[in-house]
């Protein structure tokens, strides 16, 4: 199995589609940053550490029934650690079962495997009525 930037990025997003959050959080280094830039009032702009990660993430599918990833591309950068992954996400908003769609893009900083750094570059406005302090900027 390869450990590279890329295939770590597609491992996280088969392990989204299949909501498998216990192997997509396993794929964060212990010591993980994931930063939200975009974030508004009342929603976390960092987490420190797998273990915020994964607290943060841990009703995300019972928030978001992700069903497709699509239009996945990986860009690599100078820095062979660091990648700028662009995807779309769509499924349901399970509270509602009203559609959800959303454009992705993440700066990631990989390092034996493992995700050390994710930048969240998503769009609030996708969110909607989804309860503000939930895990589903991911």
């Known amino acids: ?3 590279s930037p890329t295939h770590v990025l597609r491992r996280a997003l088969d392990h989204l589609l299949a909501h498998d959050m216990a192997a997509f959080i396993e794929l964060y280094a212990e010591d993980a940053v994931m930063e939200f ?3 508004p009032p009342g929603r ?3 987490l420190d550490g797998r273990p915020e990660v994964e607290a943060y993430l841990a ?3 019972d928030l978001l029934d992700i ?3 699509d239009d996945v591309e990986v860009h690599e950068t100078t820095d062979p650690a660091v990648i700028i992954g662009e995807f779309a996400a769509s499924g349901l908003v399970v509270a509602t079962g009203e559609p959800y769609t959303a454009r992705y893009i993440a700066v990631l900083t ?3 495997g493992r995700i050390r750094r994710y930048r ?3 769009n609030p406005l996708a969110l909607g009525d989804i309860p503000v302090g939930t895990g589903v900027a991911a």
């Open 120 to 122: 969240d570059y998503w």
């Open 110 to 112: 990989i390092v034996d």
């Open 44 to 46: 976390p702009q960092r």
């Open 37 to 39: 830039p975009f974030a």
């Open 67 to 69: 069903q497709r990833i």
């Open 1 to 3: 199995m390869s450990d």
């Open 59 to 61: 009703s995300y599918t």
